[in-house]
């Protein structure tokens, strides 16, 4: 590669890396522990369910019977879905198509429902440190529809940074991944650990550089096909990309007897074996046209792509639609659940999402060290002084941001354990003032090496007293979990101790050293 | 390392263009391109893939576009570029029309 390019290659990586430094980690770190929401989520609760996703296992009839005792149902559309494996429902009620309904029929309603003991919870009610991380990991905090796009375009530089930083390796990209001088100033350890980390964790991160974009600003290349392509019939878009049914008319003919939902689900499984049901839509509840749509998926071991769907007509069965999984998989399909399946890590049962886990944390010691280069490279006597005071001061803060995640995130851990109920606005205010005070205590030590090494041993130390919490609040201690096959509710304690083993070793590895 | 700054743009007006030439005018060019594939080949194939290729080539565009000496012709490419595309939808539009 001529010296030109190079130089601006690496110019381009420094700055877009710079700028997007703190926030990618922030994603990097809540979306690690992202992979484990559902277990989270389980483990606050108490609620343990089976550790392979099923799909929804509840008997639909006894479902709709007791949405029927708070609500009439007639004329509505109604979702019944299962987003997360946990032990609630999502319920989607829209107002009554009905013209002669009472007001209160007249809107819509969105709940959860717990399958075992049919009690209802708003989304609020239900919120969970699980759902917060997840949510925290695309800013979903900052308000909408800003938080998405600030984290949409963080991923798109990410990318950009990537690809950069590939080209930068390129020429040396196999003899540099071998260079390791741990004994050597601290320019070069970091150096050689963002190098090497960063190619093994390449194929990682461009997957979720690349879908992360996707998830946030796929809008960016959707949107201009409305006005050029489709001359702004924005519903044609959507059929052709399968993102909705066609909304069926009611009849004003309420049925004196509604047929068994359940009866259908059945008839599904039965046709299709290793089906599991994710969502069923009840169109036009209790009239002569009211449809059953029932989608779902194949197991992802039997199938990688594998979605069906299919439409009956309530009354008498009649099949209106019909996507066989097993052979009516288009490219559109395989798109669409390739970018989730991807991004997740959810196709390969626990393990991978532990690895995902493990390169999702190896990501954020690859931006750190990155940051960190950038501070060293530019701390040299042929630089102002005043420049180098404010990268040193910029780099200070940089890392109290990033690195208390970690204490505050182990605290919160205990700290949904000890306040019971924990609200919404209570972990909000717990992790987001406790990290500020967090933060801007190690930010006024000003001192790189004390953050690292005491932002870790105190995550160590709290994380230690997660499973203690846990077992002292709820009586499921891990070895009771274990023995019970709660199987969830064991691996956020394990995961906790094996976290804190791990660090606390890192803090007795790390010494001060001359730079 | 750093990078030797007798190689980057210090003129503020050519970095200014060449941040926009990248982001608004590779945009641009990445969005007109992957509708003219649309328009004569498989609409809703092309479509979905441009979820992710689009990402792809628009920050390969961005990168490209900070090699060039002058960031104004890099526009000039781009637009260019996009009235070719845009020319090409509207031809793929008159021989397979969609509605």
């Given at each position: 590669m001529n010296i030109r390019s190079y130089n601006i290659f690496f110019h381009l990586h420094t700055v877009s890396g710079i700028i997007i430094?703190?926030?990618l980690?922030?994603?990097?770190?809540?979306?690690?522990?992202?992979?484990?929401?559902?277990?989270?989520?389980?483990?606050?609760?108490?609620?343990?369910?089976?550790?392979?996703?099923?799909?929804?296992?509840?008997?639909?009839?006894?479902?709709?019977?007791?949405?029927?005792?708070?609500?009439?149902?007639?004329?509505?559309?109604?979702?019944?879905?299962?987003?997360?494996?946990?032990?609630?429902?999502?319920?989607?009620?829209?107002?009554?198509?009905?013209?002669?309904?009472?007001?209160?029929?007249?809107?819509?309603?969105?709940?959860?429902?717990?399958?075992?003991?049919?009690?209802?919870?708003?989304?609020?009610?239900?919120?969970?440190?699980?759902?917060?991380?997840?949510?925290?990991?695309?800013?979903?905090?900052?308000?909408?529809p800003?938080?998405y796009y600030l984290s949409g375009f963080v991923a798109f530089f990410f990318l950009f940074a990537i690809i950069t930083g590939v080209l930068i390796?390129w020429?040396?990209?196999?003899?540099?991944?071998?260079?390791?001088?741990?004994?050597?100033?601290?320019?070069?350890?970091?150096?050689?650990?963002?190098?090497?980390?960063?190619?093994?964790?390449?194929?990682?991160?461009f997957?979720?550089a690349v879908t992360g974009t996707f998830f946030m600003l796929s809008l960016l290349m959707a949107a201009p096909s409305v006005a050029l392509l489709y001359d702004g019939?924005q519903?044609?878009l959507?059929?052709?990309l399968?993102?909705?049914?066609?909304?069926?008319?009611?009849?004003?003919?309420?049925?004196?007897?509604?047929?068994?939902?359940?009866?259908?689900?059945?008839?599904?499984?039965?046709?299709?074996?290793?089906?599991?049901?994710?969502?069923?839509?009840?169109?036009?509840?209790?009239?002569?046209?009211?449809?059953?749509?029932?989608?779902?998926?194949?197991?992802?071991?039997?199938?990688?792509?594998?979605?069906?769907?299919?439409?009956?007509?309530?009354?008498?069965?009649?099949?209106?639609?019909?996507?066989?999984?097993?052979?009516?998989?288009?490219?559109?399909?395989?798109v669409?659940?390739?970018?989730?399946?991807?991004?997740?890590?959810?196709?390969?049962?626990?393990?991978?999402?532990?690895?995902?886990?493990?390169?999702?944390?190896?990501?954020?010691?690859?931006?750190?060290?990155?940051?960190?280069?950038?501070?060293?490279?530019?701390?040299?006597?042929?630089?102002?002084?005043?420049?180098?005071?404010?990268?040193?001061?910029?780099?200070?803060?940089?890392?109290?941001?990033?690195?208390?995640?970690?204490?505050?995130?182990?605290?919160?851990?205990?700290?949904?354990?000890?306040?019971?109920?924990?609200?919404?606005?209570?972990?909000?205010?717990?992790?987001?003032?406790?990290?500020?005070?967090?933060?801007?205590?190690?930010?006024?030590?000003?001192?790189?090496?004390?953050?690292?090494?005491?932002?870790?041993?105190?995550?160590?130390?709290?994380?230690?007293?997660?499973?203690?919490?846990?077992?002292?609040?709820?009586?499921?201690?891990?070895?009771?979990?274990?023995?019970?096959?709660?199987?969830?509710?064991?691996?956020?304690?394990?995961?906790?101790?094996?976290?804190?083993?791990?660090?606390?070793?890192?803090?007795?590895?790390?010494?001060?050293?001359?730079? | 390392?750093?990078a030797n700054k007798k190689y980057l743009t210090t003129s503020p007006w050519q970095r200014f263009a060449k941040i926009s030439a990248g982001f608004l005018g590779g945009y641009f060019v990445t969005v007109t391109f992957h509708l003219a594939l649309a328009a004569w080949f498989d609409r809703v194939n092309i479509m979905i893939s441009s979820t992710f290729t689009g990402f792809i080539i628009w920050a390969t565009l961005l990168i490209v576009t900070f090699l060039a000496k002058n960031g104004w012709k890099m526009w000039g490419v781009y637009l260019l570029l996009t009235a070719l595309f845009y020319g090409i939808v509207q031809l793929g539009k008159m021989y397979h029309?969609i509605?």
């Amino acid at each position: 590669m001529n010296i030109r390019s190079y130089n601006i290659f690496f110019h381009l990586h420094t700055v877009s890396g710079i700028i997007i430094s703190a926030a990618l980690f922030v994603i990097f770190f809540a979306g690690s522990f992202s992979f484990f929401r559902d277990e989270i989520a389980n483990w606050q609760k108490n609620e343990s369910v089976s550790a392979i996703e099923t799909g929804v296992t509840t008997n639909f009839d006894t479902v709709i019977d007791s949405l029927q005792k708070n609500y009439s149902l007639y004329g509505r559309d109604i979702e019944i879905a299962k987003h997360y494996n946990e032990r609630r429902l999502d319920i989607n009620l829209s107002a009554t198509k009905d013209t002669l309904a009472k007001e209160e029929d007249k809107a819509g309603t969105f709940f959860y429902l717990d399958t075992k003991t049919f009690k209802n919870f708003t989304y609020e009610q239900s919120y969970t440190l699980g759902e917060f991380l997840y949510r925290l990991h695309f800013f979903a905090q900052i308000q909408y529809p800003f938080g998405y796009y600030l984290s949409g375009f963080v991923a798109f530089f990410f990318l950009f940074a990537i690809i950069t930083g590939v080209l930068i390796h390129w020429d040396k990209i196999v003899s540099n991944f071998y260079v390791f001088r741990p004994k050597a100033k601290l320019k070069t350890i970091w150096t050689d650990a963002h190098t090497a980390l960063g190619v093994i964790g390449l194929p990682f991160q461009f997957i979720y550089a690349v879908t992360g974009t996707f998830f946030m600003l796929s809008l960016l290349m959707a949107a201009p096909s409305v006005a050029l392509l489709y001359d702004g019939d924005q519903q044609k878009l959507y059929e052709d990309l399968e993102y909705f049914d066609k909304p069926v008319t009611l009849l004003q003919q309420p049925l004196s007897d509604v047929p068994s939902v359940e009866k259908y689900i059945t008839a599904t499984k039965q046709q299709w074996e290793g089906f599991n049901v994710s969502h069923v839509h009840l169109y036009n509840f209790g009239d002569e046209s009211m449809q059953i749509a029932v989608e779902g998926e194949l197991d992802r071991s039997e199938k990688f792509t594998g979605n069906g769907k299919i439409i009956y007509q309530a009354t008498d069965g009649k099949i209106v639609y019909q996507k066989n999984p097993f052979t009516d998989i288009s490219y559109l399909d395989v798109v669409k659940n390739l970018m989730y399946r991807l991004h997740y890590g959810d196709y390969s049962g626990f393990s991978l999402r532990v690895i995902s886990f493990i390169l999702g944390l190896i990501s954020c010691f690859v931006i750190i060290s990155g940051v960190l280069i950038w501070l060293v490279a530019r701390d040299k006597k042929n630089i102002p002084l005043k420049k180098r005071k404010f990268n040193a001061a910029l780099v200070n803060i940089y890392l109290g941001i990033c690195l208390t995640m970690y204490p505050i995130t182990a605290a919160s851990f205990i700290a949904v354990k000890l306040v019971n109920p924990a609200s919404q606005a209570f972990i909000y205010q717990f992790y987001f003032i406790g990290w500020l005070l967090l933060a801007i205590a190690f930010t006024l030590k000003k001192n790189l090496y004390f953050t690292n090494k005491y932002t870790l041993l105190l995550g160590s130390i709290i994380g230690f007293l997660v499973p203690i919490a846990n077992g002292l609040a709820s009586g499921n201690w891990f070895w009771l979990t274990y023995k019970n096959e709660n199987f969830q509710l064991f691996f956020i304690d394990v995961f906790w101790i094996i976290l804190a083993t791990s660090t606390l070793l890192i803090t007795f590895k790390i010494k001060r050293k001359p730079a | 390392m750093p990078a030797n700054k007798k190689y980057l743009t210090t003129s503020p007006w050519q970095r200014f263009a060449k941040i926009s030439a990248g982001f608004l005018g590779g945009y641009f060019v990445t969005v007109t391109f992957h509708l003219a594939l649309a328009a004569w080949f498989d609409r809703v194939n092309i479509m979905i893939s441009s979820t992710f290729t689009g990402f792809i080539i628009w920050a390969t565009l961005l990168i490209v576009t900070f090699l060039a000496k002058n960031g104004w012709k890099m526009w000039g490419v781009y637009l260019l570029l996009t009235a070719l595309f845009y020319g090409i939808v509207q031809l793929g539009k008159m021989y397979h029309p969609i509605i």
